[in-house]
């Protein structure tokens, strides 16, 4: 606590001190603008950035410092930096007090690492290329277009007409394509071509590698990128790995040339020095802020053990357009998981395999290549990052490591990076003595609060928003993390990868009573798959021994990861929701939610040691598939399972109303306009999931207000519907925006038991068809008219029933087929019996099946059946039973029985 915050709340509360003690002296206040100038640092002679720096040194350094805080106030505006602001120990706090570079009040000051490129002429008229000059040696990755990044000019293998095929060290092309591009754009150019495996090295990677030379139709990589995504090392007693890509697997895209070049999309010859832009239908290139980001770091600090960088806030400035150069590299970007990478260039000595490889590696093991941060700290203790923007930016946001303790970063937005969002660590350091150090080089006591975090990996779709490798008492509390590609909170990736139940303690590392808590993660694994909400992977805290030498479980867990309160939906794309992987052991999983996923709970070669306990699931929990299937010693008490799609009378409202931001940081969210993810309707009510929801949110279907509104926090509400109203979306409007969602009929199948008549295999069960989930399918063996059926439970009012097709293939497995309803069950299994089976209604549909097709019923019924006409496997990825979704109207008079009379084919 500041002195002369010290002083306001002695004076405000009371408190008893002695009647002679000094006021706390006020702080010495600097002044700079982006105009700035000379060393007077005051209002009406405001210093430049650099000049207000050595202003704070001199004052610390002398007497007018002593005992007292120093504040720097940046004015309004852009702050161009040329070189990175640096800080070390002589720009902290002395004597407890601090350090605080702060927004003047009312100003939005930024710091900004690019060049605004001007002097744009239309240069390739039949492309409507437009460039501009830039200077010599600018490189980037990144170009942002009013402030919004600007994809870099790309086609694909399709678009080209190519196809590839394996060869030593890179392809063989189907035609002289690649000599083609070489002898348009030249040799150097042709090897500034980068191709972009998605999913190539693990459904949860994207590798990137350089074309390094062309020969007729042989296409070599760079190296050692080629070698570190197609040959990686083995693991020795593996619970994970580092898949290869297989040799001959096209690019899913090729970019970084002139011919790709579409609109919105931007080239960087450094040969002319200029940069190509092709702007999008309606822009007037002379008209935008085209930003080229020429810097690789925007502030950095960096302390030792023995003389820490110390007592620095950051409050209320904007940190954007910086870029990362490395994947430009002829190492690339040869992605592992969470953006570490292989950089390493030799083959006989694997990096980070350690003695857990053949032939053995470097150490530690899993000291894997981080990414940087365009801020970054080193042995930086009690260093605040408080409400300020990080956008633009090309490598991870923000990073602490080495030593890094009493950190704050809190009531942030991270939006638009390439990167990660927050890092915390480095792979380096399991054990102090890995780096050389003693217990101060281990993260300790640092707080990750109250930030919001989105869109994050925009170039490097591994990111998790929040990632923490080796620390001690970390607390990740109440953030909103939406809208992100893979991960929403990591701990511990890789450094599981040789442990299991059957070796649970080939690695150690110093994590210990770390909490997760409370946050909000939504809309998360929308790009790549494999990942979680939060995933914890190897020990997340010692094994505790008893004086009796016996372990000592509740004080293990005690001293373990705490995920508590934390909730989370919408899930893109598999696998579990709170996923303990390879190796991980001592967790205590507590009262979370989830629902919109795949699986709720488990992972690979879990080692175990868990507590799951009082969280609400809509997906299983204990799903350890894998071989050894681990999860050992994992308790499960007093957890609840929520519907498929639950409402608010579902979830428990004192865990959905805490989650995320807290009263004081949600304009961090409601300031902006708000969003609609996730709508359900239930007992005449619609529960509307997003963010930005205020007191003052208006609710409306079809036009029509709502009768009621409540809304639990700035991500939850429920509304009432207009009586009579078929509600099909809903609108939310705030004082900052609109957003609108669609509200799905209810289904009434969904989460229903189901069967069929065979399983072909226990990967595709009846199931799969009846759990809102595309992406998996229910399937039976090849025989005479096999038929799938639900039981929904009770009669219901049937208005239509939607049947989609595999997306994948064998669509036609599902063609020249029935749909059949009925009150009663089903009586018989045979197809002809079936349709004369008295009070069954049916419909033949001839034609292979959509996604979906919708047939029409309007009657009521409970059971539902697909069976096909013919011989065939039937295959199924959803069948949804829906009903009609309006509002409560009170009934006019007594509703009528459910109807028999069968319907034909049509």
Known sequence: MSGLTATLLVGALGTATS????????????????????????????????????????????????????????????????????????????????????????????????????GWRLTDPAKNVWSAPIPTGLATRQIYVDGKQAPIAQTTPDEQGVTFAAADGGYTTSSDWAAGLRDRIGAAAMSRVEFAYTGKNGDWTESRCRVDSVSGATVLMQQPCWRNITSRPVFTQASGSLPNMKPGTAPTRMENAYPFLHAGQWYLDPKRHVLNYVPLPGQDVNRLDIEAPRLTALVTGAGTLDQPVHDITFKGLGFAYATWNEPSSAAGFADVQDN????????????????????????????????????????????????????????????????????????????????????????????????????????????????????????????AAITLFFTQHTAVTHNDIRGVPYTGISAGVIQGHVDNVD????????????????????????????????????????????????????????????????????QGNVNFTWYDDAGAKWINWEGNVEWNGKLSQGGCQ????????????????????????????????????????????????????????????????????????????????????????????????AGKPAASVTVHSPAFLTATPPAGTTVTSVTVTTPAGVASGVVPAPDVALGKPA??????????????????????????????????????????PIDKIAVHNRAD??????????????????TSTSLSDTLTQPGVWWTHQSEQAGRPSTIDVGRTGRYVRIQLAGTNQLALAEVQVLTAPRAATPPTSTPKGPSERPRSSR
């Open 340 to 463: 570490l990478r292989l950089t390493g260039d030799d083959p006989a000595h694997p990096q980070g395999t350690c003695t857990f490889g053949t032939p053995p590696g470097t150490c530690p093991f899993g000291s894997l290549t981080r990414q940087p941060g365009n801020v970054q700290w080193r042995a930086a203790h009690d260093v605040t990052f408080e409400r300020n923007t990080f956008t633009g930016l090309g490598a991870a946001g923000l990073v602490f490591e080495y030593g890094s303790r009493h950190n704050t970063i809190q009531g942030n937005v991270f939006s638009g990076i390439a990167g990660n969002g927050v890092i915390l660590g480095d792979t380096t350091d399991p054990h102090p003595s890995d780096v050389g150090a003693d217990d101060r080089e281990i993260n300790a006591y640092n707080t990750i609060d109250n930030n919001l975090i989105e869109h994050v990996g925009t170039d490097y779709p591994s990111a």
């Open 503 to 570: 070796h649970p303690d080939n690695t150690t590392n110093i994590n210990s009573d770390n909490t997760i808590s409370a946050n909000l993660i939504h809309g998360f694994m929308q790009v790549l798959s494999d990942g979680g909400a939060i995933y914890a992977e190897g020990h997340q805290g010692r094994t505790v021994l008893a004086a009796d030498g016996s372990v000592d479980r509740a004080a293990s867990i005690a001293h373990g990861l705490h995920a508590t309160g934390n909730v989370a939906y919408d």
């Open 809 to 826: 293939c064998c669509a036609d497995r599902l063609a020249d087929y029935y749909v059949l309803v009925s009150d009663t069950p089903f």
């Open 755 to 796: 069967e069929q008549s065979s399983t072909i295999s226990a990967n595709y069960p009846a199931s799969y068809a009846v759990d809102d989930d595309l992406r998996d399918y229910a399937g039976t063996k090849t025989e005479a008219q096999p038929w799938w059926q639900v039981d929904t439970g009770a009669y219901y």
């Open 606 to 701: 879990t080692t175990g040691h868990f507590d799951v306990t009082g969280n609400y699931s809509a997906q299983p929990i204990g799903q350890y598939h894998c071989t050894p299937a681990g999860g050992i010693d994992v308790t499960y008490t007093d957890n609840k399972a929520l519907p498929l799609r639950p409402t608010a009378s579902d979830l428990p409202s004192g865990t959905i109303r805490d989650a995320g931001l807290q009263e004081g940081f949600r304009d961090l969210v409601t300031d902006r306009a708000p969003q609609v993810s996730y709508a359900q309707a239930a007992d005449g009510k619609v529960f509307v999931a997003g963010d930005g929801f205020t007191a003052r949110t208006r609710v409306s279907f």
């Open 19 to 118: 009647s002679s003690a000094a006021p706390a002296a006020p702080p010495v206040l600097l002044r700079a603008a982006p105009d700035g100038s000379g060393s007077a640092c005051m209002l009406s002679r405001p210093c430049s950035l650099l000049g207000a720096q050595q202003r704070v040194r001199q004052v610390l350094a002398g007497n007018q410092g002593a005992g007292r805080d120093v504040v720097v106030e940046l004015s309004d505006g852009t702050y161009r930096l040329t070189a990175p602001l640096r800080f070390g120990p002589a720009d902290s706090g002395r004597n407890g007090h601090r350090v605080t570079w702060t927004s003047a009040p009312g100003a939005r000051p930024v710091l900004n690492g690019a060049l605004r490129v001007r």
